[in-house]
């Protein structure tokens, strides 16, 4: 499609400001963390290393940091493995609900938060008996991982085919050789991109968290929200966000690399 010149400009000029939209916000979220004014007074007077200081020491920070990697690590690898195991045997099997269990397993990323969180609040509370906490979260945080695991692995499995591992078979290998040496080779920049996406999924989560964590676990976006509005401690959640906006290019990034890679035709 040709596009005249005025309309080439009010695209560029519309797509600048969305970005600015999304941009902006972030980058002054950066520069105040280096604000030396508690109140964040715009423009600042002045720039300083404090706040990077003392987010360095504060242990609330560096324990609710900890705790979402462990959180974010076990969601994905039961991601891995249930998105996996999902995505064959909906790509490679036929039976009697197949498209209705395709259904339920994407459901949960399309659910808002809040329901997602009350459900399984009461489902861990009333139904289970289980108390809320770092197995809980893991739990609830998976629903949702396993989705972009399955999306991914699915869409390798549609375009690799069946040629290869039936070809692998029909030279003597095994089930379990084919799937060694051919089948999870081809996978394993969908797994990868997969494994990263379902990571930051997990690691920026407060809706279901807040639900499912109960008050002795508290994951990095708990942390910020409850230091938000706290004079001495808002200037060290700029710093905390500064980072995590730094961080949060690196996983996208590699995602996004793998699947163009993958969509090019390159393993």
Known sequence: MTLTGPARWLLRGAVALALAFIYVPLLIVVINSFNADTTFA??????TLHWWSAALDNHGARDAVLTSVKVGLAATGVALV??????????????????????????????????????????????????LGYVTVVIAHATFCIVVVFNNVLARLRRLGESSEEASMDLGATRWTTFRLITFPSLGSALLAGALLAFALSFDEIIVTTFTAGASLQTLPIWIFSNLFRPNNAPV???????????????????????????????
């Open 42 to 47: 715009w423009p600042p007077d002045h720039l």
């Open 237 to 267: 959640v700029n710093v905390v966000g500064a980072v995590l906006i730094a961080l949060s290019v690196i996983p996208i990034y590699l995602s996004q690399k793998l699947s163009a890679e993958t969509a090019g035709g390159r393993l």
């Open 82 to 131: 249930l998105g996996t195991m999902s995505a064959f045997a909906l790509q490679r099997y036929r039976f009697f609900g197949r498209d209705a269990v395709s259904l339920l397993v994407i459901l949960p990323i399309a659910l808002p938060g809040i329901v997602t969180g009350i459900a399984l609040n009461n489902a861990f509370l009333t139904v289970l008996g289980i108390q």
